[in-house]
């Protein structure tokens, strides 16, 4: 009787968000608003509407989209709650008294944002039918995991508009400082997940590929460097800034296509690593108005460093960590950090240490991004003249880094404990990632093992048969 339940709800919840949508749509923000209403105390409304959209796409969907991957029962239902809210925080926006806005991309966003919704519900309804099994159904199965995929990234973009619009940021003369620094502050954070999710979980992954994780990175610096380039000055007689910022595109290209060559056969390669370092001590130096903003600006360069050096130490002298048998619990041997008397437990500790180690170059990304997106001019200003000294801005973007990074490990554990997974033995850092026949890849898991018992391993040596000397 489930699956009848949930089908039916999620197609009530479909023809509400159907109904509700010309109500979202008809709402229009005035284009001339008084000073009155644009400096007007914000809202009961606009701060629930605030605080649910924030749980919804920073919790909620998240949390959901793992379930999915993990064919977790409770994807559909957290998945459902999650679009019920959202569309209310929705109609919340847009129906709030107080403090209005002007026509916004933010605005614009959130109404039309009711049309990747709907989609994915539509979808969800029809994959529940399990109907046209072998003509229809694949394609509606990658469709609806590509949009479950890109909830993320649309919660954080619309995220980081609603931040500037409430703040009034990034006027026509910040417009492209903002856009540099949240373009970049945002890679450099997507960097470091991406990054934690290889060391975590898929480094069988990176052995099948046949390449490197250096690889990767330099294409992605390569070609982030070119755009950089060729896009960082319009015309006019060039600013120290827009020399420094060309050079650092040539700086990522050259170096990428460095690392690329080296990376060769599989190869790892220290360049990226490189690279960091290179892009960390020019940011360090990077002249500023402002002296909180040179104070900002050293440390987004320090931590920059730091990540690199990590990096740098974990490509050159970590061992590799290869499949161990072992299990999820907390107190488990394996996850302890201090060797036992035995050969195989000290490489065993090795490998356990290294793990630990590794989480270092990823959460520095993202520290340095949340501190690059958080240093624009106009931020940095606004700071200044509440009387907020460097100290306590830097600790609170660190501290944002350390609650982005422990949910996203927890969104790594919740994978690894929930769904097909919650009967596995999956010890941190084995494969979740493989390449299926059609060339996509899934995030897999063994389905044989126990959760509470696993084999032991067979000694090497002589095997003796009874009977045969008997």
């Not at 480094?203 to 896009?231: A, C, H, Q, Y």
């Not at 690059?372 to 880094?401: K, Q």
């Amino acid at each position: 009787m489930a699956r009848p339940i949930s089908t039916c709800f999620k197609t009530g919840l479909a023809l509400w968000l159907s109904s509700q949508a010309c109500v979202v749509y008809g709402h229009k923000h005035e284009g001339n608003l008084t000073e009155e209403q644009l400096h007007a105390p914000i809202d009961s409304i606009l701060w629930i509407h605030m605080a649910l959209q924030a749980v919804v796409w920073g919790i909620i969907f998240p949390i959901g989209m793992v379930f999915g991957l993990s064919r977790s029962r409770w994807h559909v239902p957290t998945q459902s709650i999650g679009f019920a809210l959202t569309l209310g925080g929705i109609f919340l926006g847009h129906v709030h008294g107080g403090r209005q806005f002007r026509h916004s991309t933010h605005g614009s966003i959130g109404s039309w944002i009711i049309v990747p919704i709907l989609a994915q519900l539509v979808l969800g309804i029809y994959l529940k039918l399990h109907i046209h099994q072998e003509t229809l159904r694949p394609y509606a199965v990658r469709v609806h995991g590509i949009l479950g995929r890109l909830w993320p990234i649309l919660g954080w973009v619309q995220s980081l508009f609603g931040v500037i619009l409430l703040r009034d940021l990034c006027g026509p003369n910040g417009a492209g400082q903002c856009a540099a620094h949240y373009i970049m502050g945002s890679a450099f954070i997507g960097y470091g997940i991406v990054l934690s999710l290889l060391f975590v979980l898929g480094e069988g992954w990176v052995r099948g590929s046949g390449k490197s994780p250096e690889w990767w990175d330099s294409w992605v610096i390569m070609l982030w460097g070119i755009v950089n380039t060729f896009t960082e000055h319009w015309g006019g007689a060039w600013s120290v800034k827009d020399m420094q910022h060309t050079v650092l595109g040539v700086l990522w290209w050259t170096g990428g296509a460095l690392g690329i060559f080296l990376a060769r056969n599989n190869q790892r390669n220290v360049v990226p690593a490189l690279i960091i370092i290179l892009t960390g001590w020019a940011m360090s130096d990077h002249s500023q108005a402002l002296m909180l903003s040179t104070k900002v600006h050293a440390v987004f360069g320090y931590t920059l460093i730091l990540a690199g050096v990590t990096r740098m130490i974990e490509v050159c002298f970590l061992p590799a960590t290869p499949y161990t048998p072992g299990s999820l619990e907390d107190n488990d041997s394996e996850h302890t950090l201090s060797p036992s008397q035995t050969a195989q437990g000290i490489v065993r500790s090795q490998i356990m240490a290294a793990r630990a180690f590794r989480h270092l170059p990823p959460f520095l990304l993202v520290a340095s991004g949340f501190l690059f997106m958080s240093a624009t001019d106009e931020e940095l200003e606004a700071v200044h003249e509440t009387g907020m000294d460097h100290v306590t801005y830097i600790l609170g973007m660190y501290s944002l880094a350390f609650l982005l990074y422990l949910f996203t490990q927890f969104l790594f554990h919740l994978y690894t404990t929930t769904g097909q997974n919650a009967n596995s033995v999956y010890p941190a850092g084995e494969i979740v990632f493989a390449a299926s026949l059609n060339g996509e890849i899934e995030l897999t898991s063994p389905q044989d093992a126990s959760k509470w018992y696993s084999r032991v391993p067979r000694e090497e040596g002589p095997v003796h048969v009874v009977g045969e000397d008997d």
